[in-house]
């Protein structure tokens, strides 16, 4: 019978926050510990929301080494340099580089990394089973019929969308931001009247990129908030960006955290940078002056039914006005809905879900607080318990997905990738081979 391969560090996904964990382990030399299954097939950053002009909100030198170690040749400096690049960036004098120039920068990263990465592969299910030598591993097995065993598991998926109860039945023109370009490209050529739900940057971005489409007749722009707000960018605010604020952060009561990020909310969410609010204001006055319908902004508005005739045909939003509890029919039908309405969270509340659906499988084993929510540990590993039978105990690691118990630097945000990737490093090595935790220090050579 041929030996099973048990990988040390087995990990799901591989967006950011595992291309820096496996930047993290090379550092160390212990690049050939990791291997990663990936959906995609090649690596990709947001693809769906790759719009023309849209740029990165994460000062660029927080990348997905350089807070870590200035001497990586992964930075973004180092990107720029091998691209011929650096002195053209570096003369524009851009706050943030664009979206679709860091998405470069992270598949070059990405590109030492191939031989650790198979691409193509939706895991679908996580269960526990045994090596060849009798030891409990995880077995990650995948939609293409791939089946991977690891010591210690890291998701680094990202969230699932959240789709708002309404709007159950996804399909070509009802759909998450996540396939927004996708959609629209195959919808090109036909006139469309679109409604986009949510008040977030993806939202904002989402409604200035339809109204640069010809085909785009009408858009009508949905929030429960007055309109879009401000993303509270003031320096103290965004301090819950920096480790500290997690160290902060994770021993508080799930109480406490809750209030304080609902507190903290206008840091990432629900909220949008000035430039793109400047812009769409603009627009929106040229519409006024000059007479044009083509968009429609409805604050205070929650989208409460949503109709599709039997026959197919345009989709009838049922709305009801969040302050006077009113119901109102939108005016207009719509062909396309884009529901630019984020991610959900690991927790209590109805839209959050109590964990990565992938831990289903691993659910009879998870600790639990008193909310029935997985406890994961400052070093975002979470401890399954250990039967009668067992002496090694096993960890699922959760890179970006920690938001609820780490803070809000943890899901939605670059600036904290490569200190996390330490943390979780550490935390690896410190479970298996056991290395000086003084080699991830800053500035730690490659
Ligand atoms: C449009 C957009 C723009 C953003 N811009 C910024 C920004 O400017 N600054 C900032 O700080 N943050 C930004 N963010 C936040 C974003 O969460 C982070 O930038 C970053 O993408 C997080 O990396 P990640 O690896 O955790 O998740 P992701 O980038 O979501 O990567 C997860 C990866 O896992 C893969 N995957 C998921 N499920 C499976 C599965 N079952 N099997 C195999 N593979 C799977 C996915 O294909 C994906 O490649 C943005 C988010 C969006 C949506």
């Not at 382990?25 to 719009?51: P, T, V």
């Not at 690991?346 to 600790?367: K, N």
């Not at 909310?371 to 890179?399: F, Q, T």
Request: hydrophobic share 40%.
């Amino acid at each position: 019978m041929t030996k099973q391969q048990v990988h040390p560090v087995l990990g799901v996904g591989f967006g950011p926050a595992n291309l820096s964990l496996a930047v993290a382990l090379e550092e160390l030399g212990r690049s050939a510990d990791a291997h990663f299954i990936e959906r995609a097939d090649r690596f990709q950053w947001q693809e769906e929301q790759l719009l023309p002009g849209a740029d990165i909100q994460n000062n660029p030198f927080r990348d997905l080494v350089m807070p870590r170690n200035v001497n990586s040749r992964h930075t973004f400096v180092n990107f720029l340099a091998s691209q011929g690049t650096l002195t053209d960036y570096l003369h524009l004098n851009a706050k943030f580089p664009l979206r679709r120039e860091y998405a470069a920068y992270l598949s070059w990263v990405a590109s030492s990394f191939q031989e650790v990465v198979d691409y193509g592969q939706v895991a679908t299910s996580l269960s526990l089973t045994e090596d060849d030598g009798g030891d409990e591993v995880f077995c990650v097995e995948t939609a293409q019929g791939q089946r991977h065993l690891g010591e210690s598991l890291v998701l680094g998926t990202g969230r699932s969308p959240r789709i708002p109860a309404p709007f159950r039945q996804l399909g070509s023109t009802v759909f998450h931001s996540t396939r927004y370009l996708s959609s629209v490209k195959a919808l090109a050529g036909q006139d469309l009247r679109i409604a986009v739900v949510g008040g977030s940057q993806s939202a904002i971005e989402i409604v200035l990129d339809l109204l640069d489409r010809p085909n785009v007749a009408h858009v009508t722009s949905i929030h429960r908030s007055i309109g879009f707000r401000l993303k509270d960018t003031s320096p103290y605010s965004r301090q819950v960006f920096l480790p500290e604020f997690v160290d902060y952060f994770h021993p508080l009561p799930a109480s406490t955290r809750r209030r304080l990020r609902s507190e903290l909310r206008s840091v990432n969410y629900a909220a949008c940078d000035q430039d793109v609010i400047d812009r769409l204001v603009g627009i929106q006055r040229e519409y006024d002056l000059t007479g044009s319908q083509r968009l429609q902004m409805m604050p205070f508005s929650e989208v409460t039914a949503f109709e599709t005739p039997v026959s197919g045909g345009p989709h009838r939003l049922v709305m009801r006005d969040i302050n006077h509890s009113a119901q109102k029919t939108l005016d207009v039908d719509v062909d396309v809905v884009v529901l630019a309405t984020g991610f959900r969270d690991f927790g209590t509340s109805p839209s959050d879900e109590p964990y990565h659906p992938l831990l289903e499988g691993v659910a009879h084993r998870l600790p639990l607080d008193e909310d029935g929510v997985p406890v994961v540990a400052r070093d975002y590993g979470i401890e399954l318990k250990v039967p009668a039978h067992r002496s090694r105990p096993l960890k699922v690691y959760l890179n970006g997905l920690c938001e609820a118990s780490h803070g809000m630097g943890d899901a939605g945000a670059l600036a904290m990738l490569s200190v996390r990737a330490s943390d979780i490093t550490e935390a690896l090595l410190l479970q298996g081979t056991p290395q000086p935790a003084q080699h991830l220090a800053a500035g730690a050579s490659q």
